[in-house]
């Protein structure tokens, strides 16, 4: 995560990695080939336990991913981004606990036809699908209505580009036909009425040869200069509540798309490690599994690009991993049927743990955590704001 979202925001073509400098998409690659080293290990963890817990033991690479995210990219690490992802863990350690013994892990193609006839798991199924589609068309338009270039040179201050300037042979005929005509002519008054004498003498001043209205008539019908080509859109920053939004979608449809690809991923290889013993490797249901699997596996690729090319780590993983989790575990609790193997207690742990999971994920979305800085001295009253301008004074009721 960190060595890509290093390669998409580097403001150079060539990315320094290590001792190299990379162009920018290979350096992406390489990191994109150690996320899927990871989920191959993560694949093949699958296979020897519960779906919830290995999705809980997973999340832990928020911790690492925001640690080196710091060291190594300098990004920030606000107090509501390190309360949001302390949240997440303790929402994954409750659920650790509750995770009951004796679930399920091997699945032949037989036991997956019954896991998706079932009326929970094919609905759970296409509600999941129905959440990362929906997300695509929103996500397009603002990438079209605010591209990231636009954004970070609104937020850089850039100021927009200058009108083009006229050429030079259209500005030397402005300034000769201005030249030509006489000062009476270019001034805009409130004359008399023109008499028949006035008209007379007019005329006479037009029809003598070489006269200024003679050239002014004959430059006036050369043709026209090129129209102006119109001015550069100036670079425009979304909507507060808007970028707020986006800012859930983006990695929280990530999240999403990364479940379906976990889901599939350990029915597929289960099944295609049980098929031979049924004959049933070409079996619709395996084949479905394996399609799935396939394409939400691409459709990461482009989320992972569009989502760390516009948002830090430190923004963006809190959200992203909050959703796997969720998505995992309810996967696990619904599609696998993992609850049947619960107590009570272990059950309500495991909801308690969902429901701080999505604390977490609103808490690293804040802009600052609550505090009542009037009751604090002053010297410690900036701290609970991200506008160092505010004091205690300041932030006291009434103030």
């Known amino acids: 995560m960190v060595v890509q979202r290093h390669a998409l925001s580097y403001p150079e073509p060539s990315v320094p990695l290590l001792c190299f400098k990379l162009p920018r998409n290979v350096a992406w690659l390489v990191g994109l080939i150690g996320y899927a080293l990871a989920n191959g290990l993560y694949g093949a963890a699958l296979q020897l336990g519960p779906f919830a817990l290995l999705a809980s033991v997973f999340t832990t690479l928020l911790v690492f991913n925001m640690i080196f995210a710091r060291l190594l990219l300098g990004e920030e690490l606000t107090q ?7 949240l997440v863990c303790l929402g994954v350690a409750l659920i650790t606990v509750a995770t009951p013994s004796g679930v399920k892990t091997d699945f032949t193609p037989s036991d997956g036809e019954e896991l998706f006839s079932r009326p929970a798991g094919a609905i759970y199924m296409c509600v999941l699908l129905l959440g990362v589609l929906g997300s695509v068309l929103p996500m397009c338009w603002y990438e079209r209505r605010y591209p990231i270039s636009h954004i970070r040179e609104a937020r850089a201050g850039a100021e927009p ?12 005929r402005v300034v000769g036909i201005l030249d030509t005509i006489p000062v009476e002519a270019r001034t805009v008054s409130a004359s008399p009425p023109t008499t028949p ?4 003498s007019s005329a006479q001043h037009a029809a003598a040869p070489g006269s200024a209205w003679e050239a002014h008539a004959a430059d006036a019908a050369k043709p026209a200069p090129p129209p102006l080509s119109p001015l550069p859109e100036a670079p425009r920053l979304p909507p507060a509540h808007l970028d707020l939004l986006m800012g859930l979608i983006y990695p929280g449809s990530l999240g999403l798309d990364e479940g379906i690809c976990h889901l599939t991923m350990k029915l597929t290889i289960s099944m295609l490690a049980h098929c031979s013993e049924e004959d049933a490797c070409l079996n619709a249901v395996v084949l479905f599994s394996t399609i799935l699997w396939a394409s939400a596996s691409v459709a990461t690729l482009w989320w992972m690009r569009t989502v760390f090319q516009r948002y830090e780590i430190t923004q963006a993983l809190p959200v992203e991993y909050g ?3 969720i998505a995992s575990i309810c996967s696990g609790l619904i599609f696998y049927g993992e ?3 619960m107590d009570a207690w272990q059950l309500a742990l495991v909801i308690v743990g969902i429901f701080v999971i999505a604390a977490g994920i609103q808490s690293s979305r804040v802009r600052s955590l609550p505090c009542a800085c009037n009751q604090l001295p002053s010297r410690f009253a900036k701290r609970c704001t991200d506008d160092p301008g505010v004091t205690a004074a300041s932030a006291a009721p009434g103030a």
């Open 339 to 341: 609850g049947k193997y």
């Open 161 to 172: 580009a200058a009108a083009p300037e006229l050429p030079a042979s259209s500005a030397g």
């Open 197 to 200: 004498s006035t008209s007379a």
């Open 323 to 325: 959703s796997v989790n």
């Open 80 to 86: 509501p981004r390190i309360a949001g992802s302390l």
